[in-house]
């Protein structure tokens, strides 16, 4: 995975969901975390067959560390007064600027009072921003990961003395000969200093092997 485009990004953490009412319209909207088009699409399909009785399932989803694929759906709503004021509310979202892989869908129930393109437009997008401002949120960040192996005699101090210093170990195996960490360090930086930074933090009793980058959840 090359280095080029955004290194980190933010998405939910969690589901969320809130319901508001105006002039007796219910707009109830749910907020999942999805990683591709396919999910998107079903948590929207799941949503249509939880509330088949309401007269709109309008949505929006954004994918990728650099947004790419934006997609949104009026559902029957006068065009352009749900999927895209949905959309610019999840693009905009000041509490998280760059969140993506996140599909909101809010269901309408008509209350028999006609809101018109603007207050449809209103409705949608605080709908929306109401439902990310209870939805907590994490940073995805792109790292590049490191396999040690460690001696058992001080494979427990090490690792601890490692995550002190700021690195993620995403994986621990324990192994016939000894222990086998992986750990994620920002993809910025430079392998060797990173490998130089582990041989001082291990006064040099074990391996490094440089592997490869992934993003990685920072909770």
Do not use: N
Not at 206 to 219: E, F, G, K, M, Q
Request: glycine share 10%.
């Amino acid at each position: 995975m090359g280095l080029s485009g955004p290194t980190s990004y933010r998405v939910p953490a969690a589901s969320g969901e809130h319901e508001i009412e105006i002039k007796r319209s219910r707009f109830l909207c749910a907020v999942r975390r999805v990683e591709t088009e396919e999910e998107a699409r079903a948590t929207i399909a799941e949503r249509r067959r939880a509330f088949h009785d309401a007269r709109h399932t309008c949505s929006a989803f954004l994918l990728g560390p650099r947004r790419d694929v934006a997609r949104s759906s009026d559902d029957g709503e006068p065009a352009g007064t749900a999927g895209a004021p949905m959309l610019d509310a999840l693009s905009r979202f000041h509490g998280a600027p760059d969140l993506s892989d996140t599909v909101a869908v809010v269901t309408r129930w008509f209350g028999g009072i006609l809101l018109g393109a603007g207050g449809l437009t209103r409705a949608y997008a605080q709908c929306v921003a109401e439902t990310l401002e209870r939805t907590p949120i994490l940073t995805r960040e792109l790292r590049r990961r490191y396999e040690l192996r460690l001696g058992y005699g001080v494979a427990g101090r090490l690792e601890t003395e490692i995550r002190g210093a700021g690195m993620a170990v995403t994986e621990t195996e324990h192994l016939p000969d000894g222990v086998r960490l992986v750990l994620a360090v920002a993809a910025a930086e430079p392998p060797d200093a990173v490998a130089a930074r582990i041989d001082a933090l291990t006064s040099g009793r074990c391996d490094v092997t440089v592997a490869d980058t992934a993003w990685v959840d920072l909770r």
